[in-house]
């Protein structure tokens, strides 16, 4: 039988070069080994001030972005948290087998209510982590690819599978991360000694934006002083990450882009990158336009269907075992 793999995305932001190349590469690649789940994760967007408005453009800007790069509906069960009750529910059992100071110690816990001290820091973020826990425990997933961001959420949902096994009688399989496959992290831009991401929007690269946008972006790209293009993280930030880039749209390695760009000038380098971009995203972008809103709630209707059933069982057995169900 295939390994079940489950990983979430929030509908926070389009999807990006860095994001491209850093997860949704790694799901074409699993979709055709794997049982994949594919959650858009709209119920952790909420943990933070948000605008149901934005809310609904983005999930569906989200999943018409990830079916035209190629997430198959036929391979991959793309759904909604939300549309799947027995997440919360879920959630609100384990949270009640969690501590308080584990929760507390969690790296993104301390930096989300730093960030949020101002406007008040509400309970989702403190329960972030246990609601990720019963995302990936509702559907037995055997494995789950995780970022650096996210190891020590994946930790603790195994800890909480541990103790709720222990206390309860074995139901929950004990989840294993997937470490991404050896990829280098794209960076800013306009600061490629900070990671590409929306925060830094004049460095980031959305797959899906203007094409005169993106041609600008690249051309503007920070490069450094000197006019040899050769791959040095250190001494070369910003060439070497307009090199990686290029490798990434090409599948060349860096020795033969070294060749190729030999006493060419960083300017035309950069010509050669757009052109790189658009001709590995054309046909994804030609298709997103295509894709309709009916289409995509066609596809949501049916996996929530699916899911729902799918997680039942198990969440039966929870219910049984924690004394809910009499
Ligand atoms: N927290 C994850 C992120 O920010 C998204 C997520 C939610 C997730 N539930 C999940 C990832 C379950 C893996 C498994 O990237």
């Known amino acids: 039988?295939?390994?079940?793999?489950?990983?979430?995305?929030?509908?926070?932001?389009?999807?990006?070069?860095?994001?491209?190349?850093?997860?949704?590469?790694?799901?074409?690649?699993?979709?055709?080994?794997?049982?994949?789940?594919?959650?858009?994760?709209?119920?952790?967007?909420?943990?933070?001030p948000y605008d149901p408005n934005e809310l609904k453009k983005e999930t569906f800007e989200l999943v018409a972005s990830l079916l035209a790069l190629g997430i198959d509906p036929q391979k991959t069960i793309i759904f909604?948290?939300?549309?799947?009750?027995?997440?919360?529910?879920?959630?609100w059992i384990l949270g009640c087998l969690t501590y308080l100071g584990e929760l507390q110690r969690m790296h993104e816990f301390k930096e989300q209510s730093e960030r949020y001290k101002k406007e008040g820091v509400g309970l989702g973020i403190l329960m972030y982590p246990v609601l990720m826990a019963a995302d990936i425990l509702l559907y037995n997933a055997d494995l789950v690819p995780v970022g650096e961001d996210q190891k020590q959420h994946l930790e603790l949902t195994r800890e909480i599978a541990r103790r709720f096994n222990k206390k309860f009688g074995k139901i929950f399989k004990i989840p294993e991360a997937i470490i991404p496959q050896e990829t280098h992290k794209i960076m800013s831009l306009d600061n490629p000694l900070k990671k590409m991401s929306k925060s830094l929007p004049n460095g980031c690269l959305e797959i899906f934006a203007d094409k005169k946008e993106i041609e600008e972006k690249i051309l503007k790209a920070v490069t450094d002083s000197g006019n040899e293009i050769k791959y040095d993280p250190i001494n070369k930030p910003g060439i070497s990450n307009l090199m990686i880039i290029y490798k990434y749209l090409t599948g060349k390695s860096l020795?033969?882009?070294?060749?190729?760009?030999?006493?060419?000038?960083?300017?035309?380098?950069?010509?050669?990158?757009?052109?790189?971009?658009?001709?590995?995203?054309?046909?994804?972008?030609?298709?997103?336009?295509?894709?309709k809103r009916k289409d995509i709630i066609r596809i949501l209707e049916k996996n929530k269907e699916k899911v729902t059933r799918e997680s039942e069982k198990i969440f039966n057995l929870v219910l049984k075992r924690t004394g809910l169900k009499i």
């Open 1 to 48: 039988m295939k390994k079940r793999i489950l990983t979430g995305i929030k509908p926070t932001g389009k999807i990006h070069l860095g994001n491209y190349l850093g997860m949704v590469r790694q799901i074409l690649d699993f979709q055709d080994k794997y049982e994949t789940y594919l959650m858009i994760a709209n119920l952790h967007a909420q943990t933070v």
């Open 255 to 291: 020795v033969e882009i070294e060749e190729e760009f030999k006493n060419i000038s960083y300017y035309d380098f950069k010509k050669e990158i757009v052109d790189a971009f658009f001709k590995k995203f054309e046909q994804a972008r030609k298709l997103k336009n295509k894709i």
């Open 80 to 91: 909604l948290q939300s549309d799947n009750p027995y997440h919360s529910y879920l959630s």
